[in-house]
C-alpha cells in the first residue's frame, strides 16, 4: 500500500501508468503506453567512444517510436538512478553513464541539470562515481549525485507503507504505547527518492544484473525500487515478502510517471552468489539494451543467467521467486512474445 500525502492506494489499483508531464516540446505525452520494445546493440569495445555510439542509436530508435524527441521540458532536468551497491567490478559502468550525459547535454540538457543517484557514500566512491580522496578527481564533476542513506532526499509525504516486520512481534503489539506506536509506524515505511520524480522531467534507470537469493534477479526493477528508497532491508528475508514488495513499489503511480526507460549494459553481469560480487561467476556480453518495460529486461536477463547456471552445474532460480509475475500482474510490464519484440540496432 502506497501512501503519497496521506493518500491510500490499494494494491489492485496499482497500474503502470504512461509518462505525463508538462506538454510542451520536451514533455511526454499523455495517452498511449510507452513503447515495450527492447532494442539491443553491440558493443565493440567497452570505451566512451562505443557506448556513445550505441546509446545514441538506442535513444533515437526510442525517440522516434515515442514519436518525439527528449528535450528539456518544464523542470529542466533529468536523473540518473546507477548501481554501485555490488562495489567495485559490478557497479553501472562510467563511460555508460557519461555516453548517456553525453546525448542528454546534445538535447539540450546541461550538465548541472543532470544528476545522478545512488545509495552509499563509500561504494559510490570505490566505484568512482564520487571524487576520489587521493587525486579529488570525478568524471562526473559539474553533475549533482544524491545519496539516498544520508538520508536528505525523502520527503515524509512520499512512502510505500508495508506491515513488514513489526506486524509479526506479538509481544511488542500487545504492549506497545504512544511512543512504540510512533515507533511502529515508522518502521512500517519506506520513503521514495523523490528528486527522481518531483524534480525531474524524467529518470532513466541503470542498473546492473546479478542473481539474488530472495528476489531472483537484481536489475531493473530492484534498482527502481528497493535500492531507490529507505527502510528495504526488511523485505529481503523472505522470497515471499520481497517479490511483492518490488512489484509494489515499482508500480506506484508517481514513480512510473518520470520513469522513462532503462539502459543495461551487459559488460559484467553475475550469474550465482550475487548481489556481493564474485569474479568466478561473472560473464561479460558485448550488449546494452534498452527499454521502458522492466519486466522485459529482468526475464530476457534470467533466461541468460539461468543458462549460465546450467552450464556450470548449478540450479537454475527457485521459480517459487515470482518478482516477475507479480510485476507483470500489476501492469509494470509483460513477458509475452519477447522473440517478437527484441530489436537490434546498428550504431
Avoid at 506538454?23 to 565493440?44: K, N, R
Wanted: proline letters at 7%; charged letters at 20%.
Amino acid at each position: 500500500m502506497i501512501r503519497p500525502f496521506s493518500r491510500l492506494i490499494a494494491l489492485t489499483t496499482l497500474l503502470w501508468c504512461p509518462i505525463a508531464v508538462a506538454q510542451d516540446e520536451g514533455a511526454i505525452p499523455e495517452g498511449p503506453q510507452l513503447p515495450s520494445t527492447v532494442w539491443t546493440g553491440h558493443l565493440s569495445e567497452f570505451d566512451l567512444p562505443e557506448y556513445s555510439r550505441e546509446v545514441e542509436s538506442l535513444i533515437g530508435q526510442f525517440e522516434e517510436a515515442l514519436g518525439q524527441r527528449l528535450v528539456p521540458g518544464e523542470k529542466g532536468k533529468v536523473g540518473l538512478k546507477i548501481y554501485s551497491d555490488s562495489g567495485p567490478g559490478l557497479a553501472t559502468p562510467i563511460p555508460l553513464v557519461q555516453a548517456v550525459i553525453k546525448a542528454l547535454e546534445d538535447r539540450g540538457y546541461e550538465k548541472e541539470n543532470i544528476f545522478l543517484v545512488g545509495l552509499n557514500t563509500l561504494r559510490l566512491r570505490f566505484t568512482g562515481f564520487l571524487p576520489s580522496l587521493i587525486t579529488g578527481y570525478s568524471p562526473f564533476e559539474g553533475h549533482p549525485v544524491f545519496i539516498l542513506e544520508s538520508g536528505e532526499f525523502y520527503d515524509p509525504g512520499w512512502f510505500y507503507d508495508s506491515p513488514l516486520p513489526s506486524r509479526f512481534d506479538p509481544v511488542f503489539l500487545a504492549n506497545r504505547g504512544e511512543d512504540q506506536t510512533d515507533q511502529l509506524e515508522s518502521n512500517r515505511r519506506s520513503f521514495l527518492a523523490t528528486p527522481l520524480f518531483l524534480e525531474a522531467d524524467f529518470w532513466i534507470n541503470l542498473p546492473v544484473y546479478t542473481d539474488h537469493p530472495t528476489l531472483g534477479v537484481n536489475g531493473a526493477l530492484v534498482n527502481a525500487t528497493l535500492w531507490n528508497a529507505s527502510n528495504t532491508a526488511r523485505f529481503l528475508q523472505s522470497p515471499r515478502n520481497a517479490p511483492a514488495a518490488v512489484a509494489e513499489m515499482s508500480a506506484i503511480p508517481e514513480l512510473r510517471q518520470t520513469w522513462l526507460f532503462t539502459i543495461a549494459s551487459l559488460q559484467q553481469y553475475q550469474f550465482i552468489g550475487g548481489p556481493s560480487y564474485n569474479s568466478l561467476y561473472t560473464v561479460s556480453d558485448q550488449e546494452v539494451w534498452l527499454s521502458a518495460d522492466p519486466v522485459a529486461l529482468d526475464t530476457l536477463m534470467l533466461d541468460k543467467i539461468n543458462a549460465h547456471r546450467q552450464r556450470w552445474g548449478f540450479p537454475v532460480i527457485d521459480e517459487e521467486i515470482r518478482t516477475l509475475e507479480f510485476a507483470e500482474v500489476l501492469n509494470v510490464g509483460s513477458t509475452s512474445n519477447l522473440d517478437q519484440r527484441v530489436v537490434r540496432v546498428d550504431g
